[in-house]
C-alpha cells in the first residue's frame, strides 16, 4: 500500500500536540485596553454600537481598571469625553489640567500605578467642536502647524497628571518630533510615545465616534491615510521613528495585516495595532445572531494581528481575552 512519505498532520492530532507546536501565541501582556471616560456620569452608559463596551464614570474607570490588571492586561489607552458644552473651536478642554482627560489620567494612576502602562490619546478630535484633529484655517482645512503647538501642551498636560505613555493620533505632519521636544524640554524625558504612525481614513471607525461623541463634520482624508497606500505608510513610519516614536502603530489593523507586516520587516520599534471599533462590532453582530462562534473569532483575529507582526494590540475584548487566555494554559 502507498503512503505519503510525510505527514504533517501528526502535528495537529491533539489539543496537547497542537499547543506544542504553535508558532504564534497571544499573551494578556501584548494587549491594550481602550477606556472611554465621560464627564459628568455617575454610572456607566452602553455603547450601543460597541456591545459590552461603556462610557466609564470616574468610579466604573477605576474598577474596570483594576479589573484588566488583575487579568494580566499591559496596558489602558484612556479616552476623554467631555460635555458638548465644553468643546470649543481649539479643543482647550483637553489641555486643561481640570480637563475630564487629565482627570481620568490622574485617576488610574492612582488605581493601578506602575502595575500597567497607562496611555493618553493624543488628539483634539473629541474635544474638538467642528470634530477635526486640528485647528480650522480660515479656508476649513485642518491648520498643520498651528495644531502642532496645542499637541505639544497636551503633551505636557498629560505627562503632567502621570501618564506613561502619550499616543499622538492625529495624523499631523511632524507631530511625534514636536511631542518628543516638548516632553523633554519639560523634564519628562522617560514619557514614551506610541506614534499612530498609519492611521488610515477608512470606513471602519463608526462606533468609535458614538462612544466620543464625535461632532465631526465632513472627513478627514485630508489628513489620515488613503486605504491604498502602503509605501506611503513607510515613508510615515520612516519619519516617526526618526522624531523619535518609541512604538509605531497600524490601524486599523485587520484590513491592514499587509501593512503591519511591512513595517514589521522594516523597523527595530515594536510595531502596535489597534482593532478598532468596526472589526470589533462586526465580530459581536455577527455572534449575537449565531453566524460565528463569538470566542473563536476573538482568538482567531488577535491571533492573526500578531502574526501579521503586531507586538501589541489594541482591543476592546483585552480584559475578556486575557482572562481565557490565563484560563486556557
Known amino acids: 500500500m502507498s503512503y505519503p512519505d510525510v505527514r504533517p498532520r501528526r502535528l495537529r492530532r491533539s489539543p496537547a500536540m497542537r499547543r506544542l507546536v504553535e508558532e504564534t501565541r497571544l499573551a494578556p501582556a501584548e494587549l491594550v485596553l481602550p477606556l472611554f471616560l465621560k464627564e459628568g456620569l455617575t454610572e456607566p452608559r452602553a455603547i450601543s454600537s460597541l456591545p459590552g463596551v461603556v462610557q466609564h464614570s470616574r468610579e466604573s474607570l477605576r474598577k474596570a481598571a483594576h479589573e484588566a490588571v488583575s487579568a494580566g492586561v499591559g496596558g489602558l489607552m484612556l479616552f476623554g469625553v467631555p460635555e458638548n458644552a465644553n468643546k470649543d473651536e481649539t479643543g482647550s478642554c483637553g489641555l486643561d489640567p481640570d480637563g475630564i482627560l487629565n482627570v481620568g489620567i490622574r485617576d488610574l494612576i492612582s488605581e493601578v500605578g506602575d502595575s500597567t502602562v497607562v496611555m493618553g490619546d493624543l488628539c483634539l478630535d473629541e474635544f474638538t467642536s467642528h470634530g477635526h484633529c486640528g ?77 466620543v461623541e464625535s461632532t465631526l463634520q465632513g472627513d478627514r482624508r485630508q489628513y489620515q491615510q488613503d486605504p491604498p497606500n502602503l509605501r506611503e505608510a513607510l515613508r510615515e513610519v520612516d519619519l516617526d521613528v526618526a522624531e523619535g516614536a518609541d512604538i509605531v502603530m497600524v490601524k486599523p489593523a485587520l484590513p491592514y495585516l499587509d501593512v503591519i507586516a511591512a513595517i514589521r520587516e522594516r523597523v527595530t520599534v515594536p510595531v502596535a495595532a489597534y482593532q478598532v471599533s468596526g472589526e470589533y462590532a462586526m465580530v459581536e453582530a455577527a455572534a449575537a445572531n449565531g453566524w460565528i462562534d463569538r470566542e473563536r473569532v476573538m482568538i482567531e483575529s488577535l491571533t492573526s494581528i500578531k502574526r501579521a507582526g503586531a507586538q501589541i494590540t489594541l482591543t476592546y475584548w483585552a480584559t475578556e481575552v486575557a482572562q481565557m487566555l490565563r484560563n486556557r494554559f
Request: net charge negative; charged share 15%; aromatic share 10%.
Open 135 to 211: 485647528v480650522l484655517a480660515a479656508d476649513g482645512s485642518v491648520d498643520n502647524d498651528a495644531t502642532l503647538a496645542l499637541y505639544a501642551q497636551m503633551a505636557v498636560a498629560q505627562a503632567d497628571a502621570g501618564v506613561h505613555m502619550v499616543g499622538p493620533s492625529g495624523m499631523m505632519d511632524g507631530q511625534i518630533g514636536v511631542v518628543r521636544k516638548a516632553l523633554d524640554q519639560a523634564g519628562y524625558q522617560d514619557v514614551s510615545v506610541l506614534a499612530y504612525s498609519a492611521k488610515y481614513a477608512g470606513a471602519f471607525y463608526g462606533p468609535f465616534r458614538e462612544a
